[in-house]
């Protein structure tokens, strides 16, 4: 057990570690998630001009918001994963099931390694700025710190399953990058990160919680401003280690699928 754990501990590291070589990209990143936090922010301010609540945010839980979303964004990575299409293309694949590890237990440990670079280079100085210039909400006490950073580990776990599931498409389709546009676009509007799913019309915000994506995004927000806590809290976490593993045991599923028909040039 102990040896398994520490094998999964070392692909994070690993994960980890292949974030920490690009400092540069890594300070273009922040400034970027920055400008774009004070944009968000300005418009979702104009919307309270007139209104005090919308959706169950006041103004300072909204703001609060749109910091934490732009500190997330990286660190679920909601746009963009290819890798796994990309060795299936390749043939890399090959070397991959070669190896006594199950490529979907590595990469979801080294997803995890990497999670936590860009959570705290990513996430955490442009959300610094947003705290030194607006009135944010923040946990009420250590437990609900807890709870969010285990809310945001289990919104890495389901985000990644998706990414594996719509890279896995590249075992049947030559090009996936039109069902990684589509997935992009679908989590970008159920997650939450656009805008709070509980500013959505009633008929479209169960639709979307019917869904895996707000567990990406929606539910940590919920969990760090205060809107989910007590026994809506449990349940909140209940939710994503539910999805976590579905979401897991299909792409274990559907990656088996793929390779009974995958063909590397050679054997």
């Known amino acids: 057990m102990l040896r398994s754990l520490r094998l999964d501990l070392e692909y994070a590291k690993r994960g980890y570690r292949r974030w920490e ?15 774009f936090g004070f944009l968000r922010a300005y418009v979702l301010l104009a919307l309270y001009a007139h209104r005090e609540v919308v959706g169950g945010y006041d103004a300072a839980a909204a703001v609060t918001y749109t910091w934490l979303t732009q500190a997330l964004i990286m660190t679920v990575f909601i746009w963009g994963w290819r890798e796994l299409a990309l060795r299936i293309r390749t043939g890399d694949i090959a070397t991959d099931l070669v190896r006594p590890v199950h490529p979907l237990r590595a990469g979801l440990a080294f997803d995890l390694g990497r999670a936590l670079y860009h959570l705290l280079f990513r996430g955490v100085p442009p959300f610094l700025v947003g705290a030194a210039v607006f009135p ?17 580990a289990l919104a890495v776990t389901v985000s990644f399953a998706i990414r594996w599931l719509y890279n896995a498409s590249a075992f049947w389709l030559m090009d996936d990058r039109g069902v990684m546009i ?86």
């Open 136 to 152: 944010l909400i923040l946990p009420a006490s250590p437990l609900v710190w807890l709870a969010f950073l285990a809310s945001v």
């Open 21 to 35: 070589v690009y400092p540069a990209a890594t300070f273009a990143g922040v400034f970027v998630n920055t400008v």
């Open 182 to 267: 589509i997935a992009g676009t679908a989590i970008s509007l159920f997650s939450g990160f656009l805008i709070p799913v509980t500013f959505f019309p009633d008929w479209l915000a169960a639709i979307a919680y019917l869904t895996p994506f707000p567990s990406i995004v929606q539910i940590p927000v919920d969990i760090f401003v205060g809107r989910a806590a007590g026994p809506d809290l449990l349940l909140a976490l209940a939710t994503q280690v539910a999805w976590a593993a579905m979401l897991l045991l299909v792409a274990r599923g559907v990656f088996t699928l793929g390779v009974r028909r995958l063909v590397v040039q050679g054997g």
